[in-house]
């Protein structure tokens, strides 16, 4: 019911992208690092259908993005500037899952979950523009001024990312810490004075209570407390400023 042919793209893909980095040296466990992380976190999402379906989209993206490697093979063997094109995709899509690991790592992540992963275009995009540049590159099979503009337009993007990240969390520090602290007492009290000074004569008639009267002879002490409650809002804050 998921429809889990989504991430068919992204496993051929990387099927495809072992193979060809086959022919390098001490490369075979390169992969492992990917399908690890994919079975883990198919394994954790599957617990809980929302979170399930977004990660089988954010697969079907990256799927999309990926280069048919096994088209470009004779290039690989002979152009060290296409290799490094499969270093990058390879680096994009370990990024995309470190971050994606440290999230589902967390113990609450399910009530999480919506406030910091549904937006995955938002979160992840730089990623997908990024693996959609080194497909491109591979494709057209780039020259070496291309592949050195690549390479400096993925850092910026990525300082770029991080920059916006790190100015959101601090939003919300200050969102969060400001309400979780406790009410200004002092601007309370100099607004709800203010309000009284244009009704001077408002709630006089309690000052003529007996009660309140005594408590506010100096020379009684039969009476040390009075205790005026009333429900929020009734005006006990304005009526004693």
Do not use: C
Request: proline residues 4%.
């Amino acid at each position: 019911m998921m429809n889990l042919t989504r991430i068919q793209a992204f496993l051929e893909g990387m099927e495809q992208f072992g193979k060809i980095i086959d022919i390098f040296p001490n490369t075979s466990p390169v992969v492992a690092f990917v399908w690890g992380p994919v079975k883990f976190q198919l394994q954790v999402a599957s617990t809980w259908a929302e979170s399930f379906d977004i990660l089988l989209d954010a697969y079907e993206q990256i799927g999309e993005n990926i280069p048919q490697f096994e088209e470009y093979k004779s290039l690989f063997d002979r152009s060290p500037y296409m290799q490094r094109a499969l270093e990058w995709v390879y680096s994009d899509i370990l990024e995309f899952h470190r971050r994606a690991l440290k999230f589902f790592q967390r113990r609450t992540w399910r009530q999480l979950f919506l406030s910091t992963w549904k937006d995955f275009k938002t979160r992840f995009q730089w990623i997908l523009d990024s693996l959609q540049r080194h497909k491109s590159l591979i494709e057209t099979q780039a020259s070496l001024l291309e592949f050195h503009q690549s390479q400096m337009s993925r850092a910026s993007m990525e300082n770029n990312f991080s920059r916006i990240q790190e100015d959101e969390r601090k939003r919300r520090h200050v969102a969060v810490t400001a309400w979780l602290s406790p009410a200004n007492s002092r601007l309370d009290q100099n607004n709800a004075a203010s309000e009284r000074k244009e009704y001077p004569e408002t709630g006089r008639w309690l000052l003529d209570y007996h009660k309140v009267k005594s408590w506010l002879d100096q020379n009684s002490y039969s009476i040390p407390l009075l205790w005026i409650s009333g429900i929020p809002g009734a005006g006990m804050t304005v009526l004693w400023t």
